[in-house]
């Protein structure tokens, strides 16, 4: 089992090495800056609870009892 590479730098160079046990495979390079000052968060004093952003999404469930209803439904088509 691998675990992922994470480095960070203070000072990225120009470019960046990739570890010898990651090349020539499939791998995600992700880079984000962490500079408190270059990184702009929106911050929300009450975000919205999981619960409350259920059925918001088109083709969502308008709530929980329709998800529970829809998963029983599920299973007992897997046991068919």
Known sequence: MMNPARIV????PAFIPVPADLQHRRIETIFW??????IKH???ENPPLLTQLI???RGCFEN???IDDFIRAERDSWRR
């Not at 730098?9 to 990225?12: L, N, P, S």
């Not at 800056?33 to 270059?38: G, I, N």
């Open 55 to 57: 059925g918001q999404a």
């Open 42 to 44: 929106e911050k929300r």
């Open 64 to 66: 929980a009892t329709q």
């Open 33 to 38: 800056p962490l500079d408190d000052d270059e």
């Open 9 to 12: 730098y203070e000072d990225a």
